[in-house]
């Protein structure tokens, strides 16, 4: 594994301009008026993706890297094809965007930090199928999870705005209650779909390499402790009905593992092991 530096914050820099104009329309659009004018809302989504795209595309072509920075860009990227890809198949998602862009560029800052501050470790030269495949089997996962988790918050918003009988200008561009259960429910269902073959790509993609099918280390110990979580919720719901806050808390305990398990363990290693050697 070689290592080669970043070319400054640049990458993130731009990536990070390209959510803001989306961003704002999910801040400032109320419900009635994307259906006004979805052609600005698709149009804002496509530069979005374009940002975060172009420079993954841009960093594939050098190799995969395991570097924070690209962590967080590729997350960025898969979060947002996945939100363009639930938005077309059900109406109510877009309403997500007002959750869900904030957070992504908060992510896109904090890239464009990692980029300016870190060095990359690069796998140079082309990666194998099967590592391609596992790639982006995992960043397919997190980006579902993602969008689960942003349904389940939102889902809670507007259940208790709907107690307390005061909704706000916030609450009012969410999803209804339902359609966020609903929501929430079906993406997780791809999710531990898609976690499965997650799971055993890497089980694969490790016997490979070593000639043992399983390791015990923390990214794959989290990733087992939330296919674990999604399963239970799913069978919950399928036999008690399960719903509200409960299922939410679910649904976010499975998203704080993965986050845990991609970006966290990311984090530790790059920024808290290397400060604290310094």
Known sequence: MDIAPYSGALPGIMTTAALVPLTLIALRTIPQEKADAPWLFWLTLGVAIAGPAQWAFFQMSRGWST?????????????????????AASAPAWRLSRLLLPYLLALSGLAAAAHANTLGHVLL??????LDFHILISLTTYALVTLAAVAAL???IQERALKTKRPTWFSRALPAVAESETLEIRLLAL???????????GMALLYHQTGAPLRFDHKTLLSI???????TLLIARARSGVRGRAAARLALSAYFLLTLAYIGVKFVREVLLHTATL
């Not at 570097?67 to 938005?87: D, E, N, P």
């Not at 402790?225 to 399963?231: E, K, M, N, P, R």
């Open 67 to 87: 570097g924070l920075a690209v962590a967080l860009t590729l997350t960025v990227a898969a979060c947002l094809i996945a939100f363009a890809i639930v938005c």
């Open 154 to 156: 939102a889902g809670v």
């Open 125 to 130: 030269g082309a990666s194998p199928l099967w």
């Open 225 to 231: 402790a939330a296919f674990l979580v999604i399963g």
């Open 191 to 201: 999710s531990e779909a898609v976690l499965g073959a997650g799971l055993m790509s």
